[in-house]
């Protein structure tokens, strides 16, 4: 099984191929497990689970901390490559945002998410860490 886990909000994020058998988060974060495929983006095309927690401040819109949660992919896949990762994450996020728009009535934008990754230095005991940048606009606010 391959884990890809990130963070969003105002830490970076993270993904890797290691296995970690939890998201390490604190115990006031709620926690939620979806199994792929994901019903807001469909055409990724793993098998296995997605395990999310949000902030306790994750609705909190408009502070610095609004939008922060952490998920981790829990899949059937020995490695992904980089830009197998740069483009699951931009379907997450468009098919995130696009279910929300509709699901609130709200006109959508049009706007379409981008996720940049570049290797970075790996974590003891990490084969690869990589580091982006992942700009999407918020339907939930």
């Not at 105002?10 to 939620?32: G, H, N, S, Y």
């Not at 902030?55 to 502070?63: E, R």
């Amino acid at each position: 099984m391959t884990r890809v886990p990130v963070s969003t909000g105002i830490a970076a994020w993270l993904f890797c191929t290691a296995a970690a058998a939890q998201v390490a988060a604190p115990d006031d974060w709620r926690k939620e497990t979806f199994k792929f495929p994901l019903q807001f983006a469909p055409s990724i095309p793993y098998e296995g689970s997605e395990h999310v927690r949000f902030a306790p401040y994750w609705a909190q819109f408009a502070s610095g901390r609004g939008f922060t949660y952490v998920f981790l992919w829990d899949i059937k896949r020995r490695t992904l490559q980089p830009q197998e990762i740069e483009r699951g994450l931009q379907v997450y996020f468009d098919g995130l945002m696009e279910s929300v728009t509709k699901g609130r009535k709200l006109v959508d934008p049009g706007t379409v998410s981008s996720v940049a990754l570049h290797p970075t230095a790996a974590a003891p005991g990490w084969p690869e860490v990589y580091a982006g940048r992942l700009f999407t606009w918020n339907g939930f606010s």
